[in-house]
């Protein structure tokens, strides 16, 4: 990959879709993680406006840390770019209260974990209403189109996707090439919602370079009876993961009444 081409492109496409759509810049969620940090560099290099919101709930130290270490970096590099905090650990809790609940606890986790992204992407769009500005995602292609690793209208709720067309190993690609923050670029993937120390791949049960295996396999046309072992596993788990998870990844299905009947 040319990646200094690349971080050009992506930024001059963030420039021209801000100034077509007449709004005054970007707002996105820092989680301290490397899909964030690099998405909101970029949006940084266009000049428009950046705000970095902090939206911990019952957050790991070292998640709040990496992502004020990299806040204070973009701002020492660039004025466009300011922060705000918004604490939503009491919020979250408030909900838990007013929702009824039931036996399944795994169940119960994860929707409340969805819900976290869910009021997340609340407060960005809060601020984006504010101020005028678009809502940056920060979703990338093994996650966004391969197997659908994240919140619908969540972290999924977004104006625009900068790096959605980039694998994740090209997103670490440009992360040195943006001299993001070392201890952004070494930590081990995570969503955060669990409020656990629960990685990427605890859950998904693959890491990122092979579900990247895994995706290429699958757009040239190979199926699981075309591997063993481990091999076969990973596919296995990206293709449950991909057709499960279409709801995501397709347009809203839309009931279209036969005009005879209209």
Not at 190 to 209: K, P, W
């Amino acid at each position: 990959m040319n990646t200094e081409k690349v971080v050009e492109h992506i930024v001059n496409w963030l420039k021209e879709y801000a100034t077509n759509a007449k709004v005054n810049g970007f707002v996105i969620g820092i989680s301290g993680g490397i899909d964030s940090a690099i998405t909101s560099m970029l949006c940084a290099k266009t000049g428009f406006p950046v705000l970095c919101v902090e939206m911990p709930i019952h957050q790991g130290e070292n998640q709040v840390s990496r992502g004020k270490e990299h806040i204070l970096n973009l701002k020492n590099q660039f004025k466009n770019v300011s922060s705000t905090e918004v604490n939503l650990t009491d919020t979250f809790e408030k909900f838990k209260l007013v929702v009824p609940t039931i036996e399944n606890k795994v169940t119960v986790n994860m929707s409340l974990a969805n819900t976290r992204a869910r009021l997340r992407m609340t407060t960005l769009y809060y601020f984006a209403g504010l101020h005028g500005y678009l809502v940056a995602g920060t979703g990338n292609k093994v996650e966004d189109f391969g197997i659908g690793f994240f919140t619908k209208y969540g972290d999924g709720g977004v104006d625009l996707s900068p790096i959605a067309d980039l694998m994740k190993s090209e997103v670490y690609e440009i992360a040195e090439f943006l001299e993001i923050p070392k201890s952004i670029q070494k930590a081990a993937p995570t969503d955060g919602l669990f409020g656990d120390s629960r990685t990427d791949e605890d859950q998904i049960g693959a890491s990122y370079n092979e579900l990247e295996w895994a995706m290429k396999q699958a757009e040239i046309g190979k199926t699981g009876n075309d591997f063993s072992g481990r091999e076969k596993e990973v596919f296995t788990i990206f293709s449950k993961r991909n057709r499960a998870n279409k709801h995501k990844m397709v347009a809203i299905p839309v009931c279209e009444i036969p005009k005879d009947l209209k």
